[in-house]
């Protein structure tokens, strides 16, 4: 009777377990988080300012921003999300708002490259350059894209491009 029992318990628990991991890797895999379609529609965005196109790329920022604070309520206190959180208020205007996005991102990573930039980037855009070059000096040891980007931009040779 022992038998029977362990057997069919173990037959049980198999199919269970087979059932669920078949079921998991259909569906799961195809969903994109909030996270990720927020950042596809920023990238889109991005492409609609550089052509001029300021109004299509605002629907897009206000798109990607619900999304991005959908993605916060669920998973709350990542970097990047802030960091896109704190991108996307401020190319709606909204610099307050940005910069206590990004600060609160640098507060969980204070050398997260992308915020800091992004927060010199808003320095410059309120004129306050020293804290810009505050920002800068934190991406000084980086050797990265983002430390060339806020350094050019507080020298004034170039124009943010986001």
């Known amino acids: 009777m022992k038998n029977i029992f362990f057997t069919l318990s173990i037959l049980i628990l198999l199919s269970t377990n087979s059932y669920a991991a078949g079921s998991s890797s259909d569906s799961s895999s195809k969903v994109s988080s ?54 996307t208020t401020r190319k709606l205007g909204d610099y307050a708002g940005g910069e206590e996005y990004y600060l609160q991102g640098l507060a969980i990573d204070p050398g997260h490259n992308g915020i800091n930039e992004y927060l010199g980037e808003l320095y410059v855009a309120t004129n306050r350059i020293n804290l810009a070059k505050e920002r800068l000096k934190v991406l000084e040891i980086c050797n990265c894209e983002e430390y060339n980007e806020l350094k050019e931009i507080i020298a004034g040779t170039k124009k943010s491009k986001y």
């Open 34 to 87: 909030d996270y990720d379609k927020a950042v596809t529609i920023i990238k889109s965005a991005k492409k609609y300012e550089k052509k001029g196109k300021t109004e299509k790329a605002n629907k897009k920022y206000e798109k990607a921003l619900n999304l991005l604070i959908k993605s916060n309520k669920k998973k709350p206190n990542q970097a990047d999300t802030l960091n896109y959180l704190g991108f």
